[in-house]
């Protein structure tokens, strides 16, 4: 499989959620473009989160040095984002692509994160609680469908809000694959008790 974790913003929790799938599939892991952060980037955090020795990080096409949309980023960098150069990675495992923020962020004047999807990727969207995630939550979904692809899944991030979920997933009749709660802290023995119980929904995605 192929994964293309996307978030309905940013700081929802994809990262997480990415290595998550990570640990769960052993898959490989993949971020095209990463904006900031470059000593403790999201490849650093996946890499030490996981605990299984088959999965591979792969480098990303574009490192930025400013923490900002990449479209301003490379601009400040004194580069522009080319989607010819984003190159997914060969390999024979699974493979998750983990966006940055939402789906519309922009990578240049004309294309964004939403445009770096290939029609065989089972996408997975990150929802975190907050006022407006519902509205939030279903704009991503129906953007995405609207251009033709579909949702494989939907990860709830932070604490259980049983009227928030059910009206969205009562709305999209979309897979639910989990819940990741308000933890004290990630480490690799959390991150591998989450694979544990989403495994089984990942692979009937």
């Given amino acids: 499989m192929k994964i293309f974790v996307t978030g309905i913003s940013t700081d929802v929790g994809k990262t997480i ?15 095209p473009v990463q904006a900031g952060d470059l000593d403790n980037s999201d490849s650093h955090k996946i ?14 096409s574009y490192k930025l040095n400013t923490p900002a949309s990449p479209h301003l980023a490379a601009e400040i960098d004194g ?13 024979n495992n699974h493979l998750v692509i983990e966006g940055a923020g939402g789906i519309f962020v922009p990578l240049n004047d004309k294309d964004s994160i939403i445009d ?15 006022l407006g995630s519902i509205n939030h939550t279903l704009l991503t979904i129906e953007a995405i469908q609207n251009r033709g692809f579909e949702v494989a899944g939907i990860i709830f991030s932070g604490s259980e809000n ?36 989403f495994r089984e929904n990942l692979l009937k995605m």
């Fill in 47 to 60: 890499k030490i989160k996981i605990s299984n020795n088959k999965s591979q990080i792969f480098e990303n």
């Fill in 162 to 197: 049983k009227a928030t979920e059910r009206i969205i997933l009562d709305r999209t009749g979309i897979k639910f694959i989990g819940r990741i709660d308000e933890e004290p802290y990630f480490d690799q023995n959390v991150i591998r008790e989450y694979a544990d119980l």
């Fill in 79 to 91: 580069i522009k984002i080319d989607l010819e150069q984003i190159q997914e990675p060969k390999t």
């Fill in 17 to 31: 959620a990415s290595s998550i799938i990570v640990e769960a599939l052993e898959a490989d892991y993949w971020k």
């Fill in 116 to 130: 770096l999807i290939q029609p065989e990727y089972k996408i997975v969207v990150v929802s975190r609680h907050y």
